[in-house]
């Protein structure tokens, strides 16, 4: 367990460890893993999740911020397991972020739980609608621009790749103003990470990044997983 850096939730445990077998050119956790020569090879740690006992305040928690949960490589029975252990903690919010969210189907999660994605750029549409809880897209790193629709999301993150040659990468402003443009049509709440710090420096003399979270009313989402 880690109290972490990431700015949009308290801490991140890590039940599943090993190299990520996603292949993204751009992953921090496969430069760490290849820096410090950790073991690549995938496996389930249950007994991390008993860290969660030593959280006494209600806290955002990131589930497997150095790997996909919902990879075709991890066995259903790890991801039943981690979901039901996760149960026993209600006033917790459980983050969780994948490439594979149609794999989200396969499974059921209380309100407290997050559906996430990640999005780079427009090769590939969400899927994700949900009549409780929240669905977000975290477009992170932001790699090209995004033509698709955002009006079934509930949150939106958005961040700039960072580490090293990241400024060859940096999105655009303008792509960045369209998500918000929509965010704000829709009434989406948007966390811009503060990574983008750079960008608005090159383009504004003066900015403020939203940082907004989520906050579950009453009738305020819509729609079906």
């Known amino acids: 367990m880690i109290k972490t850096k990431i700015d949009w939730c308290d801490y991140t445990i890590n039940p599943i460890k090993g190299l990520c077998q ?25 007994e991390e999740l008993d860290k969660i006992t030593q959280i006494k ?19 259903d029975k790890w ?30 999660f209380r309100d407290n739980f997050w559906l996430g994605e990640t999005i780079t750029d427009n090769s590939r549409t969400s899927i994700m609608k949900r009549e409780k809880g929240i669905n977000f897209i975290s477009f992170e790193p ?14 939106i993150i958005i961040g700039a790749l960072t580490g090293k ?20 049509f829709f009434n989406i ?6 990574n983008l710090e750079y960008v608005y420096k090159q383009n504004y003399k003066h900015y403020r990044l939203r940082q907004e979270i989520p906050v579950i009313r009453p009738g305020l989402l819509r729609a079906k997983l």
């Open 22 to 46: 996603g292949g993204c050119w751009y992953c921090y956790a496969r430069r760490m893993y290849k820096r410090f020569k950790w073991p690549q090879e995938v496996t389930y740690r249950p």
């Open 57 to 75: 305040e209600p806290s955002r928690i990131f589930i497997c911020s150095t790997h996909d949960l919902f990879g075709e490589w991890i066995p």
């Open 79 to 108: 991801i039943f397991n981690i979901i039901t252990k996760l149960q026993n903690y209600p006033q917790h919010t459980f983050l969780l972020l994948t490439k594979n969210p149609k794999r989200y189907l396969d499974f059921t």
């Open 142 to 155: 932001l790699l090209g621009e995004i033509y698709q629709s955002l009006k079934y999301q509930s949150w």
């Open 165 to 184: 040659d990241s400024k060859q990468f940096q999105p655009k402003i303008e792509w960045i103003d369209k998500i918000l443009l929509e965010a704000t």
């Open 189 to 194: 709440p948007v966390f811009m990470k503060n």
